[in-house]
């Protein structure tokens, strides 16, 4: 029977918390973050997924997920040095949901 406990992790910036938590024993069930270039730290750190190659490639991630951004789905080079300062935070959040597969 595994006992894991599950965590959440909210304004994740690069993963260092949920590397710790994984290293005792927790198990990631989803992160966030506003920053893309944190987003892309962390998929990189928790997932092994390379943002920057997925998008030079132009393929889409797997664990990558955007609720809202200024850039097409399909834009993930634009997304990943996308800055969230640069428009109103409360009309259009960008946000990045890490789920664990």
């Known amino acids: 029977m595994n006992t894991n406990f ?7 910036g690069c993963g260092g918390m ?5 290293a005792a024993g927790f198990d990631l069930h989803m992160a966030n973050d506003l920053s893309p270039m944190a987003g892309e730290t962390f998929a990189y750190n928790l997932f ?5 190659l997925l998008a030079t ?5 797997e664990k990558v997920l955007w609720i809202k951004s200024q850039y097409a789905a399909d834009n ?6 996308e800055n969230p300062n640069e428009y109103f ?7 990045f ?5």
């Open 18 to 22: 949920s590397l710790g938590l994984k």
């Open 57 to 61: 490639k132009k393929l889409k991630s």
């Open 89 to 95: 935070i409360l009309r259009s959040i960008i946000m």
């Open 76 to 81: 993930l080079k634009e997304r990943l040095r």
């Open 48 to 52: 092994g997924e390379n943002l920057e």
């Open 6 to 12: 599950k965590h959440i992790e909210i304004f994740a």
């Open 97 to 101: 949901l890490f789920f664990r597969v």
